[in-house]
């Protein structure tokens, strides 16, 4: 599939879904993935797509960066075959001149829908009363019109996204960049210009205060591409919020810094100051997030500068350039992956569902604080999906004898596959909780993490057992079955497995040692040994899918 097939389908679930046009699904996609907002707020934002919208799709008030951004948009079934029209930039310009009295307001005010006349008042009270700016986006997936330029207004901060920037875009947000922030200006103390040639690259000196007002602006929208959230309260936090607070003047020496990667740089050297195009930290969480929870210090820091023009081209090496970043600190293959495409696209689909896969370690704390919505979905640990997957598609024992790093490093591939859907992945996960659920219950407390270890064995007898669960057809049915238990797995047929399982631990040489359990289970010979001895009937009764 390529990226405009995928950009497709994800229009057809969103059109399915919300009950929208094509048009209206492909405005809500593409906030969706650039303001990184709830599904409510894009749905009142684009409320005033109808009649009479004057060539405004959706108005946002964004307290958060000070900006009016207006977005107008037009799709196609033709993907990038034809260039869309120049009427289209000009009625878009028409827009900020009603906005800064260019044009008399009330001659569009008489004429717009009710929606739009709400949104756009709201706006110029926020113009006028706090000094807002303005920002419209012109949104399409027509390409690019080879004579735009002539009708663009220098003066008009307007940004055309057509479908080859759509390319570069949805591969940045494939990859966990986004949101995008727009033009962000950091004043600096100072810099040192990085080797000749491509990328353009700074070490800069930066005051603390800087990125606080940084941080208290965009919150975690700047951490996005990062492969790490906040972790609070940990020692190595702590030793920066000390040092911020008692000794500013040695923060320069003690911290690593920071690195920054951004579409554009441009130095304004009058100002001793930075532009950044849609900047993203990929290292300095921590650093930022203390800061911004800190107050003012004097402290200053160095922050390095990287400009990535095309993310289709440099992907790889911003992918090299997050890891070797962040593997200057002790850091796990879990969270190196953190930002894998397929998990950010698994992570994405499961919502719907109502899961929130968690692929960042305490990302779900966070996101819940920050979302409502996030709240009100069924946690899943990404470790405990990649062992129910490689114990139901690949061999059990893995689930059991590998170490986290070895789960996301050497099997990752086997798990995340491209063409593998959501359920795939969800359905053994949550056949293997059954079975646990089932086995927590069951025997002697000695044998409770005999018996969580051996659900990922019932649970490949089960799919060895099931056609259907590697049936795609069936999935959707099958879903529905497993969550309202009408696929009811038999206890009495799990705890006389487990029973079987244990006998076999038993006349093991594994038995009595320190780590018998997990040694038997974790060896290669376990599944054969417990699946042979498991009865035809027993067998039988596990074939309820």
């Keep these: 599939m390529n990226w405009k097939e995928d950009i497709m389908e994800e229009l057809e679930e969103i059109a399915i879904k919300k009950g929208f046009p094509k048009s209206k ?34 108005v946002f008030v964004d307290t958060s960066s000070g900006i009016i951004k207006v977005f107008q948009s037009k799709f196609t079934s033709n993907f990038g075959e034809t260039p869309f029209k120049k009427d289209d930039i000009l009625k878009t310009n028409k827009i900020y001149d009603f906005l800064t009295g260019a044009c008399e307001y009330n001659t569009l005010r008489d004429y717009i829908n009710i929606d739009l006349k709400t949104k756009l008042d709201v706006a110029i009270r926020f113009l006028l009363q706090h000094s807002f700016g303005i920002q419209l986006y012109f949104i399409t997936n027509h390409k690019e019109n080879p004579n735009q330029n002539v009708y663009i207004d220098k003066e008009i901060p307007l940004e055309i996204i057509s479908s080859n920037d759509l390319k570069k875009k ?4 494939k990859h966990g960049q986004r949101p995008d922030l727009g033009l962000i200006k950091i004043n600096h103390k100072g810099f040192l210009k990085g080797p000749p040639g491509s990328p353009k690259s700074y070490v ?3 005051e603390s205060d800087e990125l606080r007002k940084l941080y208290l602006r965009f919150k975690q929208k700047l951490f996005s591409a990062n492969v790490r959230v906040f972790q609070e309260g940990t020692k190595p936090n702590k ?10 003047h040695n923060f320069w020496y003690f911290n690593n810094g920071i690195t920054i990667l951004a579409e554009e740089i441009t130095e304004n050297n009058s100002d001793n100051e930075f532009s950044l195009k849609n900047p993203q ?3 300095g969480c921590q650093t930022i997030s203390v800061i911004g929870d800190t107050r003012k210090s004097d402290a200053i820091l160095t922050a390095k500068l990287i400009e990535i023009k095309d993310d289709l081209i440099n992907q790889d090496f911003i992918d090299d350039l997050i890891e070797a970043n962040n593997r200057q600190n002790p850091i796990d293959e879990r969270i190196l992956k953190s930002n894998h495409p397929l998990q950010i696209r698994l992570q994405s689909k499961l919502e719907n569902f109502g899961y929130y896969y968690e692929r960042k370690q305490k990302e779900y704390k966070q996101e819940k604080r920050r979302n409502k919505k996030i709240e009100r979905l069924y946690k899943i640990d990404n470790r405990d999906l990649v062992k129910a997957n490689l114990a139901a598609e690949k061999e059990p024992h893995f689930a059991i004898k590998d170490k986290e790093d070895i789960l996301f490093s050497t099997r990752f591939d086997e798990v995340f596959i491209e063409d593998k859907t959501c359920l795939e992945y969800l359905l053994p996960y949550l056949i293997q909780k059954k079975i646990y659920k089932i086995g927590s219950k069951h025997g002697r407390e000695n044998r409770k993490r005999f018996h969580q ?35 009811k797995i038999n206890e009495k047929t799990i705890k006389n497995i487990l029973d ?21 289970l974790g060896s290669k010979d376990a599944f054969q040994i417990i699946e042979e001895a498991v009865p035809r009937s027993i067998k039988r009764s596990l074939s309820v899918f």
């Design 25 to 58: 699904a492909f405005l809500f996609w593409y906030i969706k993935n650039s303001e990184q907002i709830s599904d409510d707020t894009i749905e009142e934002i684009i409320s005033v797509d109808k009649s009479r919208d004057g060539g405004c799709d959706g």
């Design 170 to 173: 949805s591969e940045r947000w």
């Design 204 to 206: 800069v000196n930066v």
């Design 239 to 248: 030793a920066i919020k000390d040092t911020l607070k008692d000794k500013p």
């Design 281 to 283: 930290v990929i290292n």
């Design 453 to 487: 270890m051996c659900s990922y064995y019932i649970l490949k007898l089960i799919y060895m057992l099931n056609p259907n669960l590697k049936n795609r057809t069936k999935l959707n049915g099958l879903l529905g079955k497993i969550e309202d238990d009408t696929a």
């Design 500 to 520: 079987i399982a244990y006998e076999k631990y038993k006349k093991s040489k594994y038995y009595g040692t320190d780590s018998g359990q997990r040694d038997f």
